[in-house]
C-alpha cells in the first residue's frame, strides 16, 4: 500500500532552494555640486535575473553600482530588495580594480572574505575556483607575481567564492584575453546561475553573452532607456543569432545614445 510520505521527513537537502531577492531602485538621484549624473531612477531587477548594464565612460555606471552595493550614499532615493528588506549583506561585489591584498597569496585572497568574518576558509571551494580559472598551481604565488589578467581572475573567484544571493560586477572580464574572457565567462554563467546579477561591461557581446536583458544608460542627466531582453540561455554561443541580433540592435542604440 502506497502512504503519503509525512513533510516533515523530507531533508531540506531534497526541498528547492529559497528564491534569491530581486534588487528594486526607487527614484535615484545623484549630484556632485552642479553637476546631477542621473535623476529619478526607477527600475527592478527580478530575484534570479542577470541583467548587462551598458553605456559610455563616466555616464554613472559605477557609481550606480556603488550605491546598489551600499558603498556610496545617492542624493535621493533608496535601494531595497524585492522582498522589501535591505541588500547590503547579502551582496558579493566586484569593483573595476581587483583590490588584491599584496601581503596575501592567491588562494588567501580568494577566501579573504570568510577570514575577515571569522569562518573557516573552505579551502576545497577556493582550489575548485583556481582550477576552474586557470590558477590552481598559482594558489601560493603573491599578487605581484601575477600579470593583471591574472589577478583579475583571482577577484572573480574571490567574487564567486561568496555564493550570495545578489552579485554585482563592473566590468570584471575587461583585463582577460579573448579565449581566457570566453571560457570565464562561460564560468560566471555557470556558477550564477539562478542568481541576481548586474554587470556592467562596455563589450556588446559579453553583454548579449550573459544577459537576460540588456540596459543603456545614457545622457546628462542619465537615463535608462528600454530593456532589450535577449532570447536563448545564457552563456550563448558566439554566432548564436540570438545574440548577433541582439548585439546588432544594442550597438546602434549605443552609437544614437552617444
Not at 546598489?68 to 522582498?83: E, Y
Not at 531582453?229 to 545614445?257: F, I, N, T, W, Y
Request: net charge neutral; proline share 8%.
Amino acid at each position: 500500500m502506497h502512504t503519503k510520505p509525512d513533510p516533515e521527513t523530507i531533508e531540506a537537502a531534497d526541498l528547492p532552494p529559497p528564491a534569491p531577492p530581486g534588487i528594486r531602485i526607487e527614484g535615484l538621484s545623484l549630484r556632485f555640486e552642479s553637476h546631477l549624473v542621473f535623476d529619478n531612477l526607477t527600475f527592478e531587477i527580478a530575484g534570479g535575473e542577470f541583467v548587462a548594464l551598458l553605456g559610455s565612460s563616466g555616464v554613472g555606471k559605477s557609481s550606480l553600482l556603488k550605491i546598489i552595493a551600499g558603498l556610496a550614499k545617492a542624493t535621493t532615493g533608496r535601494v531595497v530588495g524585492t522582498d522589501g528588506a535591505p541588500i547590503p549583506g547579502r551582496i558579493a561585489y566586484m569593483g573595476q580594480q581587483d583590490l588584491l591584498y599584496p601581503w596575501l597569496s592567491v588562494i588567501e585572497n580568494v577566501t579573504l572574505g570568510a577570514r575577515l568574518r571569522g569562518e573557516k576558509a573552505d579551502l576545497d571551494w577556493a582550489g575548485h575556483l583556481l582550477e576552474r580559472v586557470g590558477l590552481a598551481e598559482r594558489r601560493k604565488a603573491l599578487p605581484s607575481a601575477l600579470s593583471g589578467g591574472m589577478r583579475q581572475r583571482v577577484a572573480i573567484a574571490r567574487t564567486l567564492y561568496e555564493r550570495r544571493p545578489i552579485v554585482l560586477m563592473d566590468e570584471p572580464f575587461s583585463a582577460l584575453d579573448a579565449i581566457t574572457r570566453a571560457r570565464v565567462q562561460d564560468l560566471a554563467a555557470e556558477l550564477l546561475e539562478g542568481r541576481t546579477v548586474l554587470l556592467i561591461t562596455h563589450d556588446p557581446m559579453e553583454a548579449c553573452r550573459l544577459g537576460h536583458r540588456l540596459m543603456v544608460l545614457a545622457g546628462a542627466p542619465a537615463t535608462l532607456g528600454a530593456p532589450i531582453v535577449v532570447a536563448g540561455k545564457p552563456p550563448r554561443a558566439p554566432d548564436d543569432p540570438d545574440l548577433l541580433h541582439s548585439q546588432g540592435h544594442l550597438l546602434r542604440l549605443m552609437v544614437e545614445a552617444s
